[in-house]
């Protein structure tokens, strides 16, 4: 079965330091990944997503990036954080076809001070 | 543009009584539609989707749905509700526009069991 691995579970980072967050995916191939960041609970902002190695779409201008080196991994930075980076952020894969679900990790709750 | 909405911040039900998640979208072309729940600290769980076929949809958890292409809704709805189904609901529609890699999340609507 596929499962999916991100991590740090909670993350607590001074403005101006660097972030990776990571996230891998096991159990399928060529997966389309995503990340997302969720405010105070609620709805969701996609972020970045990709529908193979190298092949990154960012969806707002933002202070962040994201890479993908390897099929089943991908992984969101930033050189230098900002308080408003503050959020909850969800990576998730689906299978290629449109008509199939997302699944999500559990998240990471980012804390910038 | 796809969109979908949830007119529903909260919705408050006694355990045993039905309950009904709202949900309305607007597309171009036939909907992609999809439900999922999230539990505190923790992501999204797929709950169940409609892409063809029967109006009425079953998933999991004992949650069901049902599609209604005149009035281009989408609810979520369980016979009898549980306590332990407090949390936060999200419909979703599939982007069909740039080769559909991209869901379209509603708000969210958060429900409360009450005992």
């Known amino acids: 079965s596929q499962t999916i691995h991100q991590w740090p579970a909670t993350l607590v980072q001074p403005v101006g330091s660097p972030l990776s967050l990571e996230c891998t995916v096991e159990?399928?191939?060529?997966?389309?990944l995503y990340w997302y960041r969720q405010a105070a609970g609620r709805g969701l902002q996609l972020l970045f997503y990709?529908?193979?190695?190298?092949?990154i779409s960012s969806e707002v201008p933002q202070n962040l990036s994201a890479s993908r080196p390897q099929d089943r991994q991908f992984i969101l930075s930033s050189k230098k954080l900002l308080l408003s980076d503050s959020g909850f952020y969800l990576c998730a894969w689906s299978a290629g076809q449109t008509n199939q679900p997302q699944h999500f990790g559990d998240g990471t709750r980012l804390s910038i001070l | 543009a796809q969109s979908v909405a949830q007119p529903e911040d909260q919705v408050n039900v006694a355990e045993g009584n039905p309950l009904t998640v709202k949900c309305t979208y607007s597309v171009s072309g036939n909907p992609y539609l999809f439900w999922y729940v999230q539990y505190p600290n923790r992501g999204l769980q797929f709950l169940l989707k409609?892409?063809?076929?029967?109006?009425l949809v079953k998933g999991s958890y004992g949650f069901e749905a049902e599609f209604n292409k005149s009035q281009t809704s989408f609810h979520l709805k369980k016979p009898s509700a549980l306590v332990s189904d407090s949390a936060l609901y999200f419909c979703a529609v599939r982007d069909i526009g740039g080769g559909g890699f991209k869901t379209i999340f509603g708000a969210g609507t958060r429900l409360f069991v009450k005992a």
């Open positions: 990709s529908v193979g190695i190298g092949q």
């Open positions: 159990g399928t191939s060529n997966p389309n």
């Open positions: 409609y892409i063809t076929g029967d109006n």
